[in-house]
């Protein structure tokens, strides 16, 4: 993200999945009637909350943790490569390449699929309806729904803070102090520095915020922060990180001198199940 680099942990949560997973099966897992025995065992079992062929239930957590792991790998090569490749040969060449790189990754798959999609009927239609098929399995389970508008707004917070122009003013104004905004407290800041603090706390849209919720607004931006006197401070021994890398960890406030800002992005809310929560932990650096 521009700005600043960071790397990025999400806590995730399990849900309760066995209806969904059955529904997922029946919709999207079509078995021909000439399939072999064991392929269609291997799909009825699937439908029926068995352990679908090729990915046994009990790596299907490692298995998506790889998967997913390839997207943010990803754009890490992407920003180290492209900006080379584009000085070298430039954007024209660099994005024909791209693409040649993604078609030849493409057809050295291809040979797996025949491991990976036996038993499907290979002549059912592709149609909009199909496309958009997880979408409405979305909205139409609330647990599910209330999760995915929790990660995109964790998401937006998240990009908001890296893409952050002024790093060493970051604490300042994403605390939950509202008198130590740097727009006010330091007016000789640099133009795009000049804007009032977001302050600490985030709306979701479609998320209704617990009854014992301070402020109300589901979403929260917490630093390991400590009250002194009235005023936050940034406390490394909070932290359990040497936040201006000099080797040592102390009990100073370093709200102005941080080098790493460990982030945690919370959502907390009351859903269709009860009271209900997620959180995402990231390590902004600068440059």
């Known amino acids: 993200m521009p700005g600043h680099a960071g790397v990025d942990e999400v806590e995730r949560r399990t849900l309760d999945r066995p209806v969904l997973e ?3 099966h029946e919709r ?6 000439d399939a072999p025995a064991r392929v269609r065992d291997h799909a009825r079992r ?3 909350g068995g352990d679908p062929e090729p990915a046994p ?3 299907l957590a490692i298995i998506f943790s790889i998967k997913q792991t390839g997207v943010p790998a990803g754009g890490v090569l992407a920003g180290a490569l492209v900006p080379s490749m584009i000085l070298a040969i430039g954007w024209q060449a660099a994005a024909i390449a791209i693409g040649v790189a993604c078609l030849a990754l493409a ?3 291809e040979p797996l699929r025949v491991r990976y999609d036996h038993g499907l009927d290979r002549r059912a239609p592709i149609t909009l309806r199909s496309a958009l098929a997880p979408i409405g399995l979305v909205l139409a389970a609330p647990r599910l729904r209330e999760m995915a508008l929790a990660s995109d707004g964790i998401r937006g917070a998240m990009e908001l803070i890296h893409g952050d122009l002024c790093f060493a003013t970051i604490y300042r104004r994403y605390n939950a102090d509202p008198l130590d905004d740097p727009a006010i407290t330091n007016p000789g800041l640099a133009p795009e520095c000049q804007f009032p603090a977001p302050g600490s706390s985030f709306p979701v849209i479609g998320l209704q ?3 014992d919720d301070p402020d109300g607004v589901v979403g929260e931006i917490v630093f390991p922060d400590i009250d002194v006197g009235g005023a936050l401070e940034l406390h490394e021994d909070v932290a359990g990180r040497d936040l201006d890398m000099n080797g040592g960890i102390d009990g100073a406030d370093h709200g102005d001198d941080y080098r790493l800002l460990p982030v945690v992005i919370r959502v907390q809310w009351t859903g269709a199940s009860g009271e209900r929560s997620l959180e995402a932990h990231t390590l902004v650096t600068d440059r």
């Open 46 to 48: 699937g439908v029926e």
């Open 107 to 109: 057809f050295a798959v």
């Open 28 to 33: 999207h897992v079509r078995v021909r009637s």
């Open 22 to 24: 059955a529904r997922v």
């Open 57 to 59: 239930r009990e790596r």
């Open 209 to 211: 915020a617990q009854d």
